[in-house]
C-alpha cells in the first residue's frame, strides 16, 4: 500500500508541473531551428521524420486507426501515418494542447507554429514535390476524427469505449512518456497501459529522450524527465509486452544542446503488441 501511495504522489506531482505548460514557448524550443532545420542533414527533426516515414513505408504496417498518445501541440509526428491510416486520434493531457491542435485543425490561420516546412518535408520523404505540401495537410485534417484527453498513468489511459474493441492498429507517441513520469517503474507502467490500447500485432512508433532529467515547457517552468538509456527502453518495452522490431538513436552535437533541456540523445523504437 506503501508502494502504491508513493506512486500517486509521483505522479500527481508531475500533473501539477505541467498546469504551467506552455504550447507556444515549448514550440519555439523545440520546434524552430536549429533543432527543426531543414537545410541541415543532421538536423533533428529531419531525422525524427526520415525514422517514422521509413517505419511507415516498409511494409508490414497497415490497418484502419492510428492513435497518438500524448500530442502535446504538435502535429509533425503524423504527416506520415496520415497517408496509411484513414483514421487518427489525437490526444493530451491538457486543454490548452488540445485546443493548438484543433486550432491547426480548422485551420483559422491562427497556429503557433507555421508546419508547412514540416509538411514539404515529408513530401519530399515521400517523392513527391514539395509543393504538394497543401494536399498532405488537406489529407491530415482529413483522417483526424478526434482529439481527445488521456492519461498514461491510468490503467485504462482513454475515455472506455474511445477505442474500438480491437484496439488501435498502431499507437505513435513521442516525447511524453519519459517526461511526465517520476522514475522508471512509473515509465514502463505507463507503457504497459498504452499497450491496452493496441491490437495484437499492432506496432508501436516510440520517440522519446535519453539521458533527459529536466526540461523547459516554458519560461522558468521546469519539468523533471525519467533519464533513460537505450538499455532501460528496451527492457521496459520488452517489460511491457511488446517485442522489439528496431531501435535507432542519435547523438545531439553541441549545437543541437539550446538550453532548454539536458536531452543527451533521440531514440526512436519501432515495436510490436505480443
Ligand atoms: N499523465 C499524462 N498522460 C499523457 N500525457 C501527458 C500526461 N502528463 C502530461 N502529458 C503531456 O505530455 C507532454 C508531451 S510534451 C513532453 C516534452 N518532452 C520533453 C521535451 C521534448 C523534446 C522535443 C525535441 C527534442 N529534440 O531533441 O529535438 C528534445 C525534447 C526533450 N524535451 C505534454 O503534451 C503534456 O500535456
Same mark, same amino acid.
Given at each position: 500500500m506503501m508502494e502504491e501511495k508513493g506512486e500517486k504522489n509521483g505522479v500527481a506531482a508531475m500533473a501539477a508541473c505541467y498546469q504551467k505548460f506552455d504550447p507556444v514557448a515549448y514550440l519555439q524550443y523545440n520546434y524552430?531551428?536549429?533543432?527543426?532545420?531543414?537545410?541541415?542533414?543532421? $538536423?533533428?527533426v529531419p531525422w525524427k521524420l526520415a525514422c517514422l516515414h521509413r517505419a511507415l513505408n516498409e511494409g508490414d504496417v497497415s490497418g484502419e486507426l492510428l492513435v497518438d498518445i500524448g500530442?502535446?501541440?504538435?502535429?509533425?509526428?503524423?504527416m506520415s501515418g496520415c497517408e496509411v491510416f484513414n483514421k487518427v486520434i489525437l490526444t493530451d493531457f491538457l486543454e490548452v494542447n488540445r485546443q493548438e491542435l484543433r486550432r491547426w485543425l480548422q485551420d483559422e490561420?491562427?497556429?503557433?507554429?507555421?508546419?508547412t516546412p514540416y509538411l514539404e518535408h515529408v513530401c519530399k520523404l515521400e517523392?513527391?514535390?514539395?509543393?504538394a505540401w497543401p494536399e498532405k495537410a488537406a489529407k491530415l485534417r482529413q483522417v483526424i476524427v478526434d482529439i481527445l484527453p488521456i492519461d #498514461?498513468?491510468? $490503467?485504462?489511459?482513454?475515455?472506455?469505449?474511445?477505442?474500438? $474493441?480491437?484496439?488501435?492498429d498502431c499507437l505513435v507517441s513521442c516525447f511524453c512518456l519519459e517526461s511526465v513520469s517520476p522514475d522508471l517503474p512509473a515509465f514502463t507502467r505507463a507503457l504497459g497501459n498504452i499497450q491496452k490500447l493496441l491490437r495484437p500485432g499492432g506496432h508501436l512508433l516510440l520517440i522519446g529522450a535519453l539521458g533527459e532529467s529536466y526540461y523547459f515547457?516554458?519560461?522558468? #517552468?521546469r519539468i523533471p524527465v525519467v533519464p533513460l538509456n537505450e538499455a532501460q527502453v528496451c527492457t521496459s518495452l520488452k517489460e511491457s509486452g511488446y517485442t522489439l522490431i528496431r531501435l535507432e538513436v542519435y547523438t545531439l552535437s553541441q549545437d543541437m544542446r539550446v538550453g532548454v533541456d539536458d536531452v543527451t540523445g533521440v531514440f526512436f523504437a519501432k515495436a510490436k503488441r505480443d
Open positions: 524552430t531551428p536549429p533543432r527543426a532545420d531543414f537545410t541541415r542533414k543532421d $538536423s533533428i500530442s502535446g501541440p504538435t502535429l509533425y509526428q503524423l490561420g491562427k497556429c503557433s507554429l507555421d508546419w517523392g513527391r514535390r514539395p509543393s #498514461v498513468h491510468c $490503467s485504462q489511459p482513454l475515455a472506455p469505449d474511445t477505442l474500438p $474493441s480491437a484496439g488501435a515547457g516554458g519560461p522558468g #517552468v
